[in-house]
């Protein structure tokens, strides 16, 4: 086997991490549709669950159950305990953005992030300085 | 139980207190239940605080462990001068801005919506305070979350008022919970490496080990997370917004306690877990915290000049105090840190009171507060506008108040590391502070049409004075603070 084609393999966990990672970060940064946005902040925090689930895994290591035996390897089981948290934390982000955008939907009547802040410009003072709120917001 | 067991179970109190009374104050059928739960978690909570801070007098320093596992295995509440200064702060400034929540808060939200805002209420409160007591690196991203969630739910009950609210509320929650992740990212290099999440663990660890590109990427990823929470310049964009467009209370709450938790954090990452390394914490304060820190000071000055709504005003200033406090922490010194930690301190005060008084404005006039709708109030609202100016001159640093004290030690700090250009950098943002606090000052006794007295509710003002005179006490007798902030300067950077 070549060596490119070894390196791929061998850090295959890695290299799909760190496509999800830089996916869902710029999904958040780019898209205009603020459910879109929570997909990419989901995609974007699963991607740091595959990675802490990849640094546990010991090759040829079993579950983490104490046997008779005593001289197994064990994967190490503390990153999937910390993950469960992790995805129970993402959960409640999510929830709470989807929640906030029906909100939004429900005051401004759209979800899109361009209409949405025009709106909210709109709401300002005419003679206040709109244009550099909107360059705050949409960083 | 008795009195011995209590102490011993302070550290878990301090958070535990406002953390189990969140779910029953959601429960509460009426308003004022609520407000009195809220009292009652933010008031044992500091009553904890101060006990904590009685128990690490001489620099004495313990931990707690939670369900009694040891660490490194379990997760530990650390309690030194460090910890118990930040969370005393903490608590102080929640329950006096619990106290002026009453009445202002029902202002401005439903009814039946108020006992879930308590709720929300506590649950930042303890979430802040955990993030300053745990000694666990990934229990902190845990508190993070809680802490930054609940303070969505606050800022998004603003649109009861103002719809725009929501999106401030929004924006907050996508751009924390993307820095959380990156904390937690960092952890995971950390992690990786070491075996290890205890931070004092991770201290003895780090210096041992022999990736140490891994240890830096790790470093970079835990900071930009945390650089996001604490609103450094230039990831400070959800914070104007956030509390421009809250309930009144709540961007107090937020102003005066919720950014110094995690700048609390950065300290403790960069001089506490990786002070094996010093010269990668020294690189990252020269190089990063410090123009970044000078950036935030003159871009969040400048955009206050031109502000005219007064609470995004406010906020910006936040975002120029902050880079004070970063620009102590830069500094990377014993004497740069304490400054950094008084400024923690007066800060809370300095904000915490302006916010309340505009707040106080925002009751009396049912609209939003900006230069326009505050003319004249210097003379229709004397007692509250009184306390706003304390505060105000306190935030510009006049002698006398505590916001000289800030200015002095960070200029001391600055006069011991040499760096006479940041000093003069420094002197220009409080000359320049001092125009847009002149531009208030002025609208505040225009001539206008309506001078009618307005009817002050103490509810709203009495918490204002009390803050106020805070600034005057500790600008006059600084003692308790600087002491404070020097022990646990010193305890940091391992001379005590």
């Known amino acids: 086997m070549s060596a490119p084609v070894s390196v791929i393999l061998d850090s295959w966990n890695y290299l799909v991490v760190i496509c999800l990672m830089m996916g869902g970060l710029f999904i958040v940064i780019s898209q205009n549709n603020l459910v879109k946005k929570l997909v990419g902040l989901a995609i974007f925090q699963t991607s740091v669950f595959l990675f802490y689930i990849s640094v546990g895994k010991m090759a040829g290591g079993t579950a983490p159950i104490l046997m008779k035996s005593g001289d197994a390897a064990y994967s190490n089981p503390l990153p999937h305990v910390l993950i469960l948290t992790a995805i129970v934390v993402g959960v409640a982000t999510t929830a709470l953005g989807l929640a906030l955008v029906l909100r939004i939907n429900a005051a401004f009547g759209s979800i899109e992030d361009d209409e949405v802040l025009a709106m909210k410009a709109a709401d300002g003072e005419p003679r206040g300085r709109r244009g ?6 949409q960083q | 139980m008795t009195l011995a067991q209590v102490i011993a179970n302070l ?15 959601a429960l509460a059928p009426v308003a004022g239940l609520g407000w009195l739960l809220a009292v009652l978690g933010t008031g044992g909570a500091l009553f904890s605080a101060v006990m904590l801070m009685g128990a690490t007098t001489g620099g004495k320093s313990f931990s707690y462990f939670l369900g009694s596992w040891p660490p490194p295995w379990g997760i530990e509440f650390v309690v030194d001068p460090v910890s118990a200064f930040t969370v005393l702060v903490m608590s102080a400034l929640a329950f006096v801005t619990t106290l002026f929540a009453r009445t202002a808060l029902l202002a ?57 609210a929501l999106i401030a509320g929004y924006n907050y929650l996508v751009i924390g919970a993307v820095g959380a992740t990156f904390y937690v990212i960092g952890v995971g290099f950390i992690y990786a490496v070491t075996g290890s999440l205890n931070m004092a663990d991770l201290a003895d660890r780090i210096p041992q080990v022999p990736q140490t590109t891994v240890v830096m990427v790790g470093f970079g990823f835990m900071m930009a997370g945390l650089l996001v929470k604490a609103a450094i310049f230039p990831v400070h964009v959800w914070l104007p917004a956030s509390y421009a467009f809250a309930p009144s209370a709540v961007s107090a709450l937020l102003a005066a306690i919720a950014t110094k938790a995690s700048l609390y954090v950065i300290a403790r990452v960069m001089f506490g877990v990786f002070a094996g390394l010093p010269d990668l914490a020294g690189f990252a304060a020269e190089f990063i915290l410090v123009p970044l820190a000078l950036a935030g000071i003159f871009l969040g000055t400048i955009l206050a000049i031109y502000e005219k709504d007064i609470k995004k005003l406010l906020a910006f200033s936040s975002v120029a105090q902050i880079g004070y406090i970063a620009l102590g922490f830069g500094l990377a010194s014993t004497a740069g840190l304490a400054a950094g930690f008084i400024h923690i301190g007066n800060h809370a005060l300095i904000k915490g009171g302006l916010f309340l008084a505009v707040g106080g404005y925002a009751v009396a006039l049912g609209s939003r507060v900006n230069l326009g709708s505050m003319a004249g109030l210097g003379r229709r609202m004397p007692v509250t506008t009184t306390g706003f100016l304390i505060c105000g001159l306190s935030l510009v640093g006049l002698p006398l108040t505590a916001g000289f004290i800030s200015k002095l030690y960070l200029v001391r700090a600055l006069l011991e590391a040499d760096m006479i250009a940041v000093l003069l950098l420094v002197m220009a943002s409080s000359a320049l502070s001092v125009v847009y606090l002149w531009k208030i000052v002025e609208v505040l006794w225009h001539k206008t049409e309506n001078d009618s007295a307005v009817a002050e509710q103490p509810a709203l003002y009495m918490p204002l004075w009390i803050i106020a005179i805070a600034n005057l006490w500790f600008g006059v007798a600084p003692a308790p603070i600087v002491d404070g902030a020097q022990r646990a300067a010193m305890y940091l950077t391992g001379g005590l």
């Open chain 2, 108 to 164: 401005e939200i439903a009814e039946e919506d108020a006992g879930k805002a308590y709720s929300a209420w506590l649950l930042a409160c303890g979430g802040l305070s955990g993030l300053v007591m745990t000694g666990d690196a990934f229990n902190l991203f845990v508190f993070l979350e809680i802490s930054a969630l609940s303070s969505v739910i606050l800022i998004a009950l603003g649109a009861g008022r103002d719809r725009r």
């Open chain 1, 132 to 137: 550099e709120d909107d360059a705050e917001d």
């Open chain 2, 11 to 25: 550290p878990a109190l301090v958070v535990a207190i406002p953390l189990l009374l969140a779910p029953v104050a």
